[in-house]
Structure formats: C-alpha cells, structure tokens
T-cell receptor, first 116, second 115 residues
Framework: AQKITQTQPGMFVQEKEAVTLDCTYD???????LFWYKQPSSGEMIFLIY??????QNATEGRYSLNFQKARKSANLVISASQLGDSAMYFC?????????????FGQGTTLQVKP | DVKVTQSSRYLVKRTGEKVFLECVQD?????MFWYRQDPGLGLRLIYF???????EKGDIPEGYSVSREKKERFSLILESASTNQTSMYLC??????????????FGSGTQLSVL
C-alpha cells in the first residue's frame, strides 16, 4: 500500500529556532516524488518544496530544506529560523510514478505553532 | 500565477439536498482533483479528471459524483447530502505532463456543513 505517515499532530517552536517535521512514506515504486505543503488558517495550500527519489542532494528552498533518507523512507521538513508566520498546518505528500495519474497521496498533517 | 477558484468559502446545506461545489482554474491545466480534508485524516482524494469529460474515482468516491464539461471547470456533486459529508473540500489542478515533480495548485477550499 502507498501511504504517508506524519506522527506529530502538533508541534511548538520558539521564534528564530529551527524545527523538524517528520514524514515517513511507504511505496514499492522506485520512482516517486515527495512534496511539502503549508496550509495557513486561510485554508489555501501553499507548495513549499519537492524532492525526487533519484535526487542525490537534499532539496532546499530558502529557509526550508528536506532531509531525505531513502533507505529509511523518510522525508522530514526542516524549517530554519522560525517566524511567527510559519504557524500553520504542514502536509507531506507523495506522487508514486506507477499509475501515472498525477494525484498526490497526503499525510495526516502537523500543526506548527511558533511562539514569540 | 495559477489561480484555482472555488465558488464558495462556506456553505450550509440540509440533509438530503443536492449540493454542487464548483471549481475553476485559469491556466489550461489538464488535471483537476477534488480532495476532502478532515482533522486527523489529512487530505483524501474523492475524484480526479485528466481531460474533459474524463473522470476517475479516487479513494473515497462513495456519495459523490463529478462533472467536467469544460477544461477549466470541475464540479463536485453530492447527490443527497448527509451529515458525514460535513468537511473541508479542496479543489486542485496540475499541468498534466506526468512528471513526478508536477505540483498541484489548490483553491482556498469550501467548508461544507450538512445539518
């Protein structure tokens, strides 16, 4: 079965500190993509970062980086220097290549609260 | 920028009503999706469409149908709304080039309450 698991329902972090949001995945595909989205209280899903299964280097986008450990099937999101505006729900998602439908499989989400 | 517009932000309906949720995208995307978001369950795929008049069931299609008569518009239909369909509904679209890095663009969501 293809599945994404986020085991942290809620997280707190102090402003300006770094935080890691956990994500593990399960797929038998050799080729797949991993995504992180942010959902503020407004409800819109904002794309943050992408990692391909064949990418040798961890993806980075500004303050966001993806700690990709293929053997452990984990794709943790690291946010450096947290800001108050980072308070939101974060979703990890996977696109398996097989089936080629374009759909994303999402995890349960992690709510992050940044404390001033 | 891609814009995905959902017709209503909040909707309140009664049990048994037929409900239409509308979604429009302005970037000529091939793929469109309807997800449902519930606390603790994340986003679950209801239906998707990869071309006009084409549709495929997602993981939880029961109680729903869809319509895609034009490329830019994808409608989700609740034939007879029930209280267990109270949820946040998110529409999304993507280009359709079938690459693993193809991201989805989402609308702002419709919070549906069925009383």
């Amino acid at each position: 079965a293809q599945k994404i698991t986020q085991t942290q329902p809620g997280m707190f972090v102090q402003e300006k500190e770094a935080v890691t949001l956990d994500c593990t995945y399960d797929t038998s595909d050799q080729s797949y993509g991993l995504f992180w989205y942010k959902q503020p209280s407004s409800g819109e899903m904002i794309f943050l970062i992408y990692q391909g299964s064949y990418d040798e280097q961890n993806a980075t986008e500004g303050r966001y980086s993806l700690n990709f450990q293929k053997a452990r099937k984990s794709a943790n999101l690291v946010i450096s220097a947290s800001q108050l505006g980072d308070s939101a729900m974060y979703f990890c998602a996977m696109r398996p290549y097989s089936g080629n439908t374009g759909k994303l499989i999402f995890g349960q989400g992690t709510t992050l609260q940044v404390k001033p | 920028d891609v814009k995905v517009t959902q017709s209503s932000r909040y909707l309140v309906k009664r049990t048994g009503e037929k409900v239409f949720l509308e979604c429009v995208q302005d970037m000529d995307h091939e793929n469109m999706f309807w997800y449902r978001q519930d606390p603790g369950l994340g986003l679950r795929l209801i239906y998707f469409s990869y071309d006009v008049k084409m549709k495929e069931k997602g993981d939880i299609p029961e109680g729903y149908s869809v319509s895609r008569e034009k490329k830019e518009r994808f409608s989700l239909i609740l034939e007879s709304a029930s209280t267990n369909q109270t949820s946040m509904y998110l529409c999304a679209s993507s280009l359709g080039d079938r690459a693993t890095n193809e991201k989805l663009f989402f609308g702002s969501g419709t919070q549906l309450s069925v009383l």
